[in-house]
């Protein structure tokens, strides 16, 4: 295992890393047991990277340090070559919960990013309703979030993330929260966005299917300590087909990731969906 | 009502139409505004019946209408600038305060801690307690109203704003830290926006809790004001022209209270403004 992750690091170091995550620990108190430990990770640039772990393996915890809202207890975060400590505005986070602030309407939750860094009312509702045409919801800039269905919400959250233009965003399971069939929609979308923008996003999820989907690269974690089992590269070609769940290499890699989280995460909380 | 009649089944057509009679006249019965109505008139029917027995002791609705209209402009309106003068500006500083009080007490544990135990004992003390030594501090003048009403109006708006603070969703929160929001613009721009309904709610409270104080002040010091109007006029035994001071004193207080309810759901609904409805997602 070690090997494979010096191995990736060597092969990675020449491109330019968004994210460069070394050594990452986090333990709540002297006395619990660690909740990540010596974790790696990186994400080149335009490049998508899904965390995939079983529930409490302590993958949000990475991700929320990366985002800078909890603060690790050992090991460093770079974004874009420099260390980073707490939040900033190069990187944006889309969440579970879709997080929108009910008294805003869409498009002024869209342009909170921007109301923070203090550009002007006209200017920002602009450019937030230019990333909420992208997410398809022009025709709902004015409506509150109780008038939006989740899966509309959670369009607001990524238009919200995309509108500081962010050089890395970080994504927590933003789907979870979702049916079936609007997770799909939102999956086809976020690919789409993706391509145009040349996004480079870590995503956090316990869904094999849309990590193998979405990714370009799945980091499997275990839980107790958190950290990395193993890295896989997807190798499915993009665009990704209609009927990509009948690809050889889809099978194979579900099947890898599937072993891996049923054995070294004793089985349970492991979402196939 | 005309429907031809059914040979077949004139049973069936004449309990139809019956039936929709039925349901009209249910309907009309049951409507919220026939109720208040029919309630308004048999109350004051009543009133007025059993009002005109002993005119020495109770009043009936003519008289004190009448007095009403005849006594507003002469008398009533300078008592009520004299009440709602102090209660404006202590309902002001009680509701600016007590905002300031309950986020410091929310964003700090310190201030928390080491306020608490007196807002607490205050708040279960009744503030009317106070008023004989209020008195005797403040006189018997505006100085002594405007310190009642602080007083009463201010610890529900201090305890429901701290509330609402400690209730905001910790993931707004986190939204705000993430876009490297500063602690000022998340404290204002989120943990006191989101509590705002609460802290209205609050205000609603204290001003009725300051309507109180401020009336008992009037009637306890006889300076001036509706207070002041309401007790000589029981003295006097002039119970219609008392009846027209308070009819004045509740509708006030009614509409005010309406309007900060207003004010209340607004904040915590502002969707509600507008008439946009809530709309299935169309496609992808």
């Excluded at chain 1, 619990?32 to 995939?52: K, M, T, W």
């Excluded at chain 2, 109180?212 to 029981?234: C, F, P, Q, V």
Aim: proline share 4%; charged share 20%; glycine share 10%.
């Amino acid at each position: 295992m070690t090997e494979i992750l010096e191995d990736r690091v060597n092969t990675r170091s020449g491109e330019s890393l968004i994210l460069e995550v070394r050594g990452l620990g986090k333990i709540y108190g002297p006395s619990s047991a660690p909740v990540l430990q010596g974790l790696d990770l990186e994400v080149a640039n335009g490049e998508f990277v899904s965390i995939l772990g079983p529930s409490g393996c302590g993958k949000t915890t990475a991700l929320r340090a990366v985002a800078g809202l909890v603060e690790q207890s050992e090991g460093t975060i770079r974004v874009n070559g420099r260390e980073s400590r707490g939040p900033s505005t190069d990187k944006a986070m889309v969440f579970q919960g879709f997080n929108l602030f009910p008294w805003m309407t869409a498009v002024e939750n869209a342009a909170f990013g921007l109301e923070i860094q203090g550009v002007s009312k006209k200017e920002r509702t602009r450019r937030a309703a230019e990333y909420m045409a992208l997410v398809g919801l022009s025709d709902r800039l004015d409506h509150y979030p109780s008038q939006l269905s989740g899966g509309q919400q959670q369009r607001v959250g990524l238009a919200r993330a995309l509108a500081i233009e962010p050089k890395l965003l970080l994504m927590d399971e933003p789907f979870g929260a979702l049916d079936a069939l609007t997770r799909e929609q939102l999956q086809g979308m976020l690919i789409d966005i993706c391509a145009q923008k040349g996004l480079s996003v870590l995503f956090v999820t316990h869904s094999i299917d849309e990590a193998i989907y979405l990714s370009d690269r799945i980091l499997v974690m275990g839980a107790n300590p958190g950290r990395v089992l193993e890295t896989f590269d997807v190798t499915l070609e993009r665009p990704r087909l209609e009927n990509w769940r009948g690809e050889p290499d889809y099978v194979e890699l579900r099947e890898a990731a599937w072993r891996l989280l049923d054995v070294k995460a004793g089985g349970t909380n492991v979402g196939a969906d | 009502m005309s429907a031809p009649i059914d040979e077949t089944s004139p049973l069936g057509v004449a309990s139809a139409s019956s039936e929709g009679i039925r349901s009209t006249v249910v309907r009309f019965v049951k409507n919220k505004w026939t109720l208040r109505v029919l309630s308004l008139i048999a109350v004051i029917a009543l009133w007025e019946y059993f009002g005109r027995i002993d005119p020495l002791k109770a009043s009936y609705p003519t008289q004190f209408l009448s007095l009403l209209v005849e006594d507003f402009v002469p008398r009533i309106l300078p008592a009520a600038g004299e009440t709602f003068g102090p209660l404006g500006m202590g309902f002001a500083i009680a509701s600016v305060a007590g905002i300031l009080i309950g986020v410091l007490m929310a964003a700090n544990k310190s201030v928390d801690v080491a306020l608490s135990p007196y807002i607490v004992a205050i708040y279960a003390t009744p503030r009317i307690a106070l008023l004989p030594v209020l008195i005797l501090w403040l006189g018997v003048g505006f100085d002594v109203r405007l310190a009642i009403v602080i007083l009463s109006a201010i610890f529900p708006v201090i305890l429901n704003t701290y509330l609402g603070c400690k209730e905001v969703n910790s993931s707004l929160v986190d939204v705000g830290r993430s876009f490297n929001a500063n602690r000022w613009t998340i404290s204002t721009k989120i943990v006191l926006r989101s509590s705002m309904p609460y802290a209205i709610a609050g205000i609603r409270v204290g001003f009725g809790r300051g309507l109180i104080g401020i009336i008992i002040a009037e009637i306890l010091t006889a300076g001036a004001g509706l207070g002041n109007l309401i007790n000589d006029d029981a003295r006097y035994y002039d119970i219609g022209a008392m009846f027209s001071v308070i009819i004045v004193l509740g509708a006030a207080a009614l509409i005010f209270t309406a309007a900060l309810q207003y004010v209340e759901l607004r904040l915590a609904q502002p969707w509600r403004r507008r008439r946009t409805r809530p709309q299935k997602e169309v496609g992808a």
